[in-house]
């Protein structure tokens, strides 16, 4: 749903292992979805992006899966890295329509250590 | 290079001044947006535009005002009104008609003093 300015959950991860971030959407209708990674300091950067007639995407070293079902989303990083340590958050959008606009899950933090 | 720039990076305010942000996109985006950022939480929708001369509220819009009098400028002034101004802000763009996600800029610190 909306971020309502909660805090962020944490993810602590050792570099190498695979880390999985999960969300939640709010709305069935929602017809594609992003993944974002927000550095200090910085505005957040796409990573990964699905459509809803799909239920996984592969990137480089990230996958995307989603469960219409449930509406459920997650980002799935494999071997992380120190420089993967930053702030995930996934967002929804209704395609097709005439009012564009996403709507940002709380995000999460994901901490990795060497 | 396509992108979005924000201005200025570090942004200084007294009590009971208006401030401006800027945010220019070279993308040709219809849509433009403004977020606010806590420290250590998500992102809250103050504005957006999806013409020029148009723009709609979003979730926090009090003490804010927004103008879109070009499709690549977007600007953001925080007025007295706004009690708690302290945030980091953050610009985006999107196109109406491709699909895609928003494109964000490199966000404003603005710090009340």
């Known amino acids: 749903g909306e971020s309502v300015g909660l805090h962020l959950p944490t993810l602590s991860v050792q570099e190498g292992d695979n880390s999985i971030i999960n969300c939640a959407y709010s709305?069935?209708?929602?017809?594609?979805f992003i993944w974002y990674k927000q550095e200090s300091g910085k505005g957040p950067q796409f990573i990964i992006d699905?459509?809803?007639?799909?239920d996984k995407r592969q990137g480089q070293r990230v996958t995307v899966l989603l469960n219409k079902t449930v509406k459920h989303l997650s980002l799935q990083i494999a071997a992380t890295q120190p420089g993967d340590s930053a702030v995930y958050f996934c967002?929804?959008?209704?395609?097709?329509?005439?009012?564009?606009?996403?709507?940002f899950g709380t995000g999460t933090r994901l901490l990795v250590s060497p | 290079d396509g992108g979005i720039t924000q201005s200025p990076k570090y942004l200084f305010r007294k009590e009971g001044q208006n401030v401006t942000l800027s945010c220019e996109q070279n993308?040709?985006?219809?849509?433009m947006y403004w977020y606010r950022q806590d420290p250590g939480q998500g992102l809250r929708l103050i504005y957006y535009?999806?013409?020029?001369?148009?723009?709609q509220k979003g979730d926090i819009a009090e003490g804010y005002s927004v103008s879109r009098e070009k499709k690549e400028s977007f600007p953001l002034t925080v007025t007295s009104a706004q009690k708690n101004p302290t945030a980091f802000y953050l610009c985006?763009?999107?196109?109406?008609?491709?699909?895609?996600?928003?494109?964000f800029g490199s966000g404003t610190r603005l710090t009340v003093v």
């Open positions: 967002a929804e959008k209704r395609m097709n329509t005439g009012f564009q606009k996403l709507v």
């Open positions: 709305n069935s209708a929602s017809d594609y």
């Open positions: 699905i459509r809803s007639n799909m």
């Open positions: 993308l040709n985006h219809d849509a």
């Open positions: 535009s999806q013409i020029v001369n148009d723009f």
């Open positions: 985006a763009s999107c196109s109406l008609i491709e699909a895609g996600g928003y494109t």
